[in-house]
């Protein structure tokens, strides 16, 4: 199971505070040998509490004093540009926390303005608001509608643009910034299957073929009914009668 998250004040209680400062201590002299085996530098740690006369070190009192006259012999800037103290730290924590909070205040009250933009589109009344609510809620409405028009813009751009025109744009984009790269090869187009004609050559035929004479339409009107008679008649001259009967 997870452990509870601590609250960072002060603990009333003296025997749980007591407590706290002897399993503290103890993990915090064990974090700073394990930092100075692991990453090979110079650390100590001095802890003092308030009713024992001697700090507890590490690693030991002549190690500790070493290194803390090695850091005071570096320059001054060299010394501080990195160091913080107790006033220090409380000051980053309230400005963080301050910004915290106005970050959560603006998020709060852009939610707030959404909901009154919406019951507005539902035929809401604004007399009862006040300057604040009412400039907030004007600047709700004017970002709203600059992002509708730019994301129409940018469609409009995108519909607007052909294949042909979105490659070449890469293609220069890519040129621009050096890191162009072949466009892929169309693939060919595939063989017409057998007995396919193509549809301009087939119409241009037809077309062709109406426009010629045709000639048995040209020999059956020219065919008189004499003729059909006479070619009655020789038919049945030529050929045997028993086969008219």
């Not at 009192?61 to 320059?75: K, Q, S, T, V, Y």
């Not at 025109?165 to 890469?170: D, E, G, L, R």
Request: proline residues 7%.
């Amino acid at each position: 199971m997870a452990r509870s998250k601590v609250r960072l004040s002060w603990i009333a209680n003296d025997s749980t505070r007591r407590a706290t400062l002897k399993k503290r201590r103890k993990g915090l002299l064990k974090k700073v040998e394990e930092l100075s085996i692991l990453c090979g530098v110079d650390a100590c740690a001095v802890v003092y509490a308030p009713n024992e006369h001697q700090p507890h070190m590490w690693p030991s009192p002549p190690d500790a004093a070493r290194i803390l006259l090695r850091f005071r012999n570096l320059p001054q800037i060299e010394r501080t540009r990195k160091m913080i103290n107790q006033e220090s730290f409380l000051h980053q924590r309230v400005s963080k926390l301050m910004e915290q909070l106005r970050r959560l205040h603006r998020e709060n009250q852009e939610i707030e303005m959404t909901k009154l933009l919406f019951e507005g589109l539902r035929g809401r009344d604004f007399d009862d608001l006040c300057i604040e609510d009412a400039s907030a809620l004007t600047w709700t409405v004017e970002t709203k509608l600059r992002m509708i028009y730019e994301k129409r813009e940018e469609v409009s751009k995108r519909l607007a643009m052909s294949p042909p025109q979105q490659q070449a744009a890469a293609a220069l984009a890519a040129t621009a910034t050096g890191t162009q790269q072949s466009l892929p090869a169309q693939p060919p187009a595939p063989p017409p299957p057998t007995g396919w004609s193509n549809p301009v050559n087939h119409g241009q035929q037809a077309v062709e073929a109406v426009q010629q004479p045709n000639w048995v339409t040209d020999v059956m009107v020219n065919w008189s009914q004499q003729d059909s008679d006479n070619l009655l008649v020789d038919l049945t001259t030529t050929w045997p009668a028993t086969l008219f009967h």
